[in-house]
Each structure stands twice: as C-alpha cells, then as structure tokens.
C-alpha cells in the first residue's frame, strides 16, 4: 500500500483540484458498510473496478475540483502476478455485454445503464464506459459517471468523473496518462 501512495498525486500536481489531495485507503475488510451484489452478475466486475475489489492492495483519491462540483477520483489497485490481466480481462467482457442492471449503494436502490466509450490508447490495455442513473422525479438530469480503467503491469488504475444533467464530463485525460506512466515506470526494471 506504501507503493501506491507514493505513486499517487500530491499536492501541487493536480492544478485543477482544490487541495490538499489526501491519498485514502480502504477501511479494515469487515468494517465498513457492504451492499449485496448487483442483480446482473455479468456487470459486478465494473461495479468491483471502481473499489478495488479483489486486489492485493489499493488506495484512492478523490478529487475536488475547481471548475466541477461533481467532482471525480481514482483507485490504483495492485494485484499479485496474473491477477492483473485475470481481473482485466473480466471487466473487459462485462463492459462488453453489460447493458444495465439494478443495484443498492449509499443513497439507496439504484437503476444504472451502462454505455461502453472509446477507450484511451494507454497502458497495457484500456475500457471506458458511462455509468448513467436518473435521478428521479425530485432532481431533474441523470447521474452520469464516466469510468475509465487501465492496467499496466500488475496495477489496474480506475479513474471517475460524475456530471450531473446533460453535460458528459471526462476525467482530465493528462492526469489518466500521468498516473499510467508513473504506474509503467514504477514496474519497470
């Protein structure tokens, strides 16, 4: 876990954030709250993307920023060898053939289609999609996040960016390609 905070963003390199920029990791396993799985099995590896979920380690960041109050952040997980491409591997098949499913996070039941994007010519390989859930009848627009995920070497980096309403924001795609090389560099000999 010591790796990955290291290899995260600091203070000062993300000018677009407000600071500080805090490097989290995960509560202790079994101390935190838990939601039951999503109702389509085949889109659980893009909801377990975005924490982490099976890694041998991981840290996340959330970011502020200046000019969205949406905001967005990522996760670095580490997985021991192979892991890496296995878990790849099923987030990219799900992002393949998931097109919605229902689920329960910390607001409540939610209804979210899945959109697969163009993904970034980054790292060892990539997926993008959309993550869209209406908001209901008391706030008009969707919530829509976008998910871009990225493994390089033994390292899967999730980046998010939400947007509310019409607008489709994207996470800063300089930063994307910044963590991925600090990742790249990081395995290398």
């Not at 890694?55 to 969205?68: E, G, L, M, R, T």
């Not at 910390?106 to 970034?120: D, F, L, M, N, Q």
Request: charged share 25%; aromatic share 8%; glycine share 10%.
């Amino acid at each position: 876990m010591a790796q990955l905070k290291n290899l995260a963003f600091k203070d000062g390199e993300v000018p677009q954030a407000h600071e500080p920029i805090e490097v989290q990791e995960p509560m202790p396993e079994g101390s935190g709250r838990t939601f039951p799985p999503v109702s389509d099995p085949s889109c659980q590896p893009i909801v377990d993307a975005t924490s982490g979920k099976g890694s041998f380690a991981h840290v996340f960041q959330i970011f502020n920023w200046k000019k969205n109050i949406m905001g967005g952040g990522s996760t670095l997980a580490s997985y021991e060898d192979g892991r890496a491409e296995q878990r790849f591997a099923e987030i990219k098949q799900a992002v393949g053939i998931c097109r919605s499913y229902e689920g329960e996070g910390w607001v409540g039941k939610y209804k979210a289609t899945v959109k697969a994007e163009a993904a970034p010519q980054l790292g060892d390989e990539a997926v993008a999609f959309r993550g869209i859930i209406p908001m209901g009848p008391d706030q008009p627009g969707d919530r829509n996040e976008q998910f871009i995920v990225v493994r390089t070497g033994n390292t899967i980096a999730t980046f998010h960016e939400l947007s509310i309403g019409t607008e489709n924001l994207s996470f800063p795609a300089e930063l994307v390609r910044r963590q991925v090389e600090r990742l790249w560099k990081a395995q290398r000999p």
